[in-house]
């Protein structure tokens, strides 16, 4: 008979957080005290180990249900404040707003989705993952502080070079911070950059170690040829007293303990979130992620500018047309400036052939050719000559909530028979290639099925990675 959760529990305590919280006070003593020892001289090596807790996963997939059962199982919950308001955007009509007020809405259901996500977290709190990308990403701060619910803030997709300062102040020293880093030059760079130059700057409470080599979502640069354990010394000779959690595509024991003996704790993502708890829907799990026929592969297709780790399930590229419609109810989801596109790649990419269009339409016009054109017949003649690139961005904020409310859409039985595997942006780490051939995933007739999370970490607990053939 396998081992139960209480089992491991008494077997690898250091997973686990010793007891359920019933106050903000009582939660933050055991951080200052039990986790991070800020203040404390000794390496970061004789610090407490920092229990087992998942990769912040956006938009909504580590949701509340699935924070609140990560509580539940003794471990820590890192829930995503990448446009947590997406049910409310999703929703709306932005017919005839411009780019300023479809920027407002989108900060206004965030704040919104917080305050609810903060009310169902209650005392226990949680902590956060946010993306530095993100347009709104320091109003969606300010509600996170402002809710007081959120004690630890996991910061990537970008250098938090304001955490440093904005954690120092008085208000804000019962929370922490932790940068996700890549590379041992980053932290480097980071401390000297953003502590050492600036006084009174408070360091990072940790670092969390993203190998960009195996990694899911967007991506960092991880140096090959590199040990994580040879990593993990160079983080540490730049910063001695700061501890690392390592996320970055594990999913069993051996890979879990080896993350704890190299460093102070250890995330998992691709695994739990093929949960029933998470915000994926289950046929998304079962006829995308479970498919070998998918592989997971790198490219350069976010917007974003970051390259991303994610099933190659043949999602299509926009037409002309879904181009200018992405750009006439862009929220500003990965830039500051609604005004200003560049940041966004496929907006940009979209301008710059919309302009080579109308210049052509308009020579057109002088010499009488190509009379009745659209400009997605320009569009495809401009392509197909080599004229242009084809524009291979997809509008992440569209796609991701797609992929969000295909599990309400599940529950409501809608959209069943013409269901298409292809149509949904999944990203993943390199390990799904492994997990997914796991036993846990079929049942008896060897059909696909969804394990509940506390099965899978009582997988991830109990078997080590299969070897290689």
Request: proline share 6%; glycine share 8%; net charge negative.
């Amino acid at each position: 008979m396998p081992p139960s959760l209480q089992d491991l529990q008494g077997l690898h305590p250091q997973l686990f957080v010793p007891k359920q919280f019933g106050s903000a006070k009582e939660r933050r003593q055991w951080l200052k005290d039990g986790v991070f020892q800020e203040g404390s001289q000794k390496h970061a090596r004789e610090k407490p180990k920092i229990p087992l807790m998942n990769g912040g996963m956006g938009v909504d997939i580590s949701c509340a249900e699935f924070i609140l059962k990560m509580r539940e199982l003794g471990l820590i919950g890192v829930w995503s404040a990448a446009v947590p308001g997406w049910k409310e955007i999703l929703e709306k009509s932005f017919k005839g707003m411009g780019p300023t007020e479809r920027q407002q809405f989108h900060v206004e259901s965030d704040e919104r989705a917080i305050a609810a996500a903060a009310d169902s977290f209650g005392e226990g709190g949680a902590w956060v993952n946010v993306m530095r990308k993100i347009g709104n990403y320091k109003k969606n701060v300010q509600a996170l502080l402002k809710s007081d619910r959120f004690d630890v803030f996991i910061v990537g997709a970008g250098l938090a070079e304001d955490f440093p300062e904005l954690m120092a102040r008085p208000e804000n020293r019962d929370k922490y911070y932790i940068p996700i880093i890549s590379d041992p030059r980053v932290a480097r760079i980071y401390h000297k950059a953003y502590v050492e130059r600036r006084p009174g700057s408070r360091p990072p409470s940790a670092w969390y170690f993203e190998d960009a080599r195996v990694a899911g979502g967007h991506l960092g640069t991880t140096k090959e040829g590199m040990s994580t354990a040879e990593i993990c010394d160079g983080i540490w000779k730049a910063t001695p007293n700061i501890p690392i959690i390592m996320g970055g595509s594990r999913g069993y024991l051996d890979q879990i303990m080896e993350a704890y003996d190299q460093a102070n704790g250890c995330a998992l993502s691709t695994r739990l979130a093929l949960s029933k708890q998470s915000g994926f829907s289950r046929r998304l799990i079962k006829k995308v992620f479970l498919n070998p026929d998918f592989p997971v592969v790198i490219n350069d297709r976010s917007p974003t500018g970051y390259p991303a780790s994610g099933v190659d399930n043949g999602l299509p590229m926009l037409t002309l047309a879904q181009q200018r419609a992405a750009l006439m109810e862009c929220i500003s989801c990965v830039k500051d400036d609604p005004m200003k596109p560049d940041d966004c790649h496929l907006l940009e990419g979209y301008r710059k052939t919309d302009a080579r269009i109308r210049a052509m339409q308009k020579e057109d016009e002088t010499n009488g050719q190509r009379a009745g054109w659209t400009h997605e017949d320009y569009y495809r003649f401009l392509v197909d000559t080599g004229d242009i690139e084809p524009n291979q961005n997809y509008c992440i904020q569209k796609e991701l909530l797609r992929t969000r409310n295909d599990k309400e859409m599940e529950a409501r039985g809608e959209d069943e028979e013409g269901w298409d595997p292809h149509s949904y942006l999944a990203f993943s780490g390199k390990q799904l290639e492994t997990i997914r051939h796991d036993a846990i995933f079929r049942d008896e007739q060897g059909k696909p099925r969804v394990p509940d999370l506390e099965e899978q970490v009582v997988f991830a607990l109990t078997h080590n990675a299969p070897q290689a053939a």
